[in-house]
């Protein structure tokens, strides 16, 4: 998401920090090319020009224009004023009794799977959900419903097929919901492929009866400015108090976020980024913000670790890589746990500057094809030469060729890969030492200093100070091309060789 305005406003701030000193020409020159990438991504007009004209009254501030670092002053103040665009601060659920949440909006937005996505985190958060199925249009989104509820574990209210009043389904499932051991109720609501009279009037009707707590709409992201409109809509109908935005991980403009908030009033709450239950969390405007200067988002990669990730596992691995004991058995459990975390270009996009690393990557390079043809290569194996890669003898690997489907070339050259990178993190260089430092930490994190602070300086091992170029992430992503550079990062291993195509 993002990525075309994210390469366009890249361009714009590079100049900026490129020039010593900035007039009045330069930034009007810079707000017009801000301008521009703003509406290519599909934000309202309004909303852009509103925007702009906020950014170059602080820009031409003489604090600004007089500072050593003018450059990175509008850098910063675009990104605060990004943030504020998007909200500011983000934004709770109102879970307050009865708990009663009403999800609105259009057919194909995915109203259904983000109500089961919603009751999974609420879930998991500790409380206890019910869901409620009032679709009583859609083919099959009742049973949808009762899908999904199984797979979280999670009651479900399922009128019969034959019925057509949304009220009395309300009315029943309030009855229901007495008897099960709750503190919130989500109703999926029917949607249209246009937002007509009678939706509207249906919604209207359930929304005064239910008097819900929240009234989300789930709109999908790639809609543009459709998606604003028919949140103006739905807000006059039933009183919106939150969007969720979908199938972010789709849309490479993102206006649609971007010009939500402004035009309807109502905060972003949640966004989706994949079809998968666990693709789902709450939006953080500042967080944001940062992935669309692709500054990345750090905290969001390490939320998604900790909530995935066993770290036991994580460190005896790290341990039996220190000690030259990781073997494909090991490296099987880390590629299924890099997998757990989603596809690997999401992944990788909440890393600062990846989007300037992309670029520089060959074609297919995050195709996840690449992940399930190393892993067919490594059960293809036996227990034994999972544990001992030196049994790997020619006739060995033409065997695992014929079993994983793929050629000996390509065995042959994940072997040697597998090999190289065992060197490399068991060994005495960069990597190494980077490796060992982290052993010592224990739980595998350093403690941060309380207030907030920096975190501890790992120059040493990730690249040296200066600023050293990022080593090559085309290797970790396909191989092959030119060497990515990124300021003030270092070092990466873990999978690096076993992507190289050479």
């Known amino acids: 998401m993002f990525s075309l305005l994210s390469d366009k406003l890249d361009d714009t701030f590079r100049k900026l920090r490129g020039l010593n000193k900035i007039s009045e020409s330069n930034i009007a020159d810079a707000m017009r090319e801000i301008r521009m990438a703003l509406l290519d991504a599909d934000v309202e007009y ?35 004023q990004l943030a504020e665009l998007l909200g500011g601060e ?26 089961a996505k919603l009751a999974r985190r609420l879930k998991a958060e500790g409380r206890k959900p019910l869901l409620v199925a009032c679709d009583l249009v ?15 574990e999670v009651p479900v209210y399922t009128p019969s097929a034959s019925e057509k009043d949304v009220i009395r389904v309300a009315k029943d499932a309030l009855k229901w919901a007495k008897e099960q051991e709750h503190d919130v109720i989500i109703f999926d609501t029917a949607g249209r492929q246009e937002v007509d009279e009678e939706l509207v009037d249906e919604l209207r009707r359930l929304a005064k009866y239910l008097e819900p707590q929240e009234a989300l ?74 992935r669309i200067l692709g500054m990345g988002d750090i905290v969001g990669l390490v939320e998604k670790a900790a909530e995935k990730i066993d770290q036991e596992s994580a460190m005896n691995s790290m341990s039996r890589m220190m000690s030259g004991e990781f073997n494909f058995n090991d490296f099987l459990g880390q590629m299924r746990m ?36 190393m892993e067919a290569i490594v059960l293809s194996m036996t227990p034994a030469e999972r544990a001992n890669y030196k049994l790997l003898i020619p006739s060995r690997r033409r065997r695992i060729a014929k079993g994983s489907g793929v050629s000996e070339i390509e065995v042959n050259r994940f072997i040697k890969n597998f090999k190289q990178m065992k060197e490399m993190m068991s060994g005495k260089g960069k990597m190494g030492g980077l490796m060992k430092a982290m052993g010592k930490m224990k739980g595998g994190m350093p403690a941060m200093p309380q207030g ?13 100070a200066g600023g050293a170029g990022m080593p090559d992430l085309s290797a970790l992503m396909g191989g092959g091309g030119k060497k990515p550079k990124m300021p003030g990062m270092g070092g990466m291993g873990g999978f690096g060789g076993l992507f190289r195509r050479k």
């Open 217 to 290: 709409l789930v709109a999908d992201a790639a809609t543009g400015q459709q998606a604003v409109r028919v949140a103006q809509t739905f807000d006059k109908a039933v009183g919106l108090t939150g969007i969720i935005l979908t199938k972010l991980d789709g849309d490479a403009r993102g206006g649609a976020a971007l010009s939500m908030r402004a035009v309807t009033g109502k905060p972003i709450k949640f966004v989706g980024e994949g079809e998968k239950l666990d693709m789902f969390g709450p939006f953080v405007p500042v967080r944001m913000a940062d």
């Open 90 to 115: 983000a934004a709770d659920l109102n879970l307050t009794p009865p708990g009663r949440i009403l999800v609105v909006g259009l057919n194909g937005a995915g109203k259904t799977t983000t109500s």
């Open 452 to 464: 907030g602070g920096d975190m501890p300086d790992l120059s040493s091992l990730m690249g040296g």
């Open 46 to 80: 309004s909303v852009a020009r509103e925007f702009i004209a906020a950014v170059k009254e602080q820009a031409m501030g003489e604090a600004v224009l007089k500072t050593v670092k003018p450059g990175e002053q509008i850098v910063k103040i675009f990104r605060d």
């Open 338 to 373: 890099m997998q757990s975390l989603g596809p690997l270009e999401g992944l990788l996009g909440l890393l600062p500057g990846f989007s300037k690393i992309k670029k520089q990557l060959p074609e297919g390079a995050l195709d996840p094809k690449k992940m399930k043809r």
């Open 138 to 152: 859609r083919p099959a989104a009742i049973d949808q419903l009762a899908t999904l509820a199984k797979q979280i």
